[in-house]
């Protein structure tokens, strides 16, 4: 299993403002990836974090927007870029885990961002 | 492309058993994970299946046909706190997973 500290948990941001998002894992682990939750919709990948490499985006986020880092196998950061009210969602660390099954999927508590 | 679909929502009386269907169509496929997220929580993992057939796990059972592209998740013996919602996903590859939108179920006393 892993155990996932995320923060902030929650803040509210002004438009044009960025805000970055830690997670730290209490283990190493290879795959981390970082989804948004828009209220009352469920889990969109935005991208997987990639340790001493550039992480791999999904389709409709890029780098500028949502940029990542992933200095070594336990911490990692997304940024919030130039934020709008569009913004405004749930942000969620994951990393996949020795668990029940093999691609079990661990989260962090969510960071609830309120673009105003 | 991953396409998942499962039901928006659900209702069941607390003691009896409720059946959430997902299915699936996906470009690559190791394994099907359901989740239970209740209110203001992170996702938690409840089953998985890679294999086709049923995989037990006490109250819960989850179910796999990877021919049809089809799963359920059946609840047995529900009580209120399994009101929650409950989100069917996919994992291709390169280790990613895709979410379905998620079933909420109503469990009534």
């Not at chain 2, 209702?11 to 496929?29: D, K, L």
């Amino acid at each position: 299993s892993a155990v996932i500290s995320q923060k902030p948990s929650r803040d509210i941001c002004q438009r044009g403002t960025s805000l970055t998002i830690q997670c730290q894992v209490d283990s190493q682990v290879t795959m981390m990836f970082w989804y948004r939750q828009q209220p009352g919709q469920s889990l969109t990948l935005i991208a997987t974090a990639n340790q001493g490499s550039e992480a791999t985006y999904e389709s409709g986020f890029v780098i500028d927007k949502f940029p990542i880092s992933r200095p070594n196998l336990t911490f990692s950061t997304l940024t919030v870029s130039n934020m709008s009210p569009e913004d405004s969602s749930i942000y969620l660390c994951s990393v996949e885990a020795a668990g029940t099954g093999p691609g079990e999927l661990f989260f962090g508590e969510g960071s609830r961002l309120t673009v105003l | 492309g991953q396409n998942i679909d499962q039901p928006t929502e659900m209702t069941a009386t607390e003691g009896a058993i409720v059946q959430i269907n997902c299915t699936y169509q996906t470009s690559g496929f190791n394994g099907l994970f359901w989740y239970q997220q209740h209110a203001g929580e992170a996702p938690t993992f409840l089953s998985y299946n890679v294999l086709d057939g049923l995989e037990e796990k006490g109250r819960f059972s989850s179910f796999l046909s990877r021919s049809k592209g089809y799963s359920y998740l059946l609840l047995k013996e529900l009580q209120m706190k399994d009101s929650a919602s409950y989100l069917c996903a996919v994992r291709g590859g390169a280790g990613k997973s895709t979410f379905g939108d998620g079933t909420t179920l109503t469990v009534k006393p």
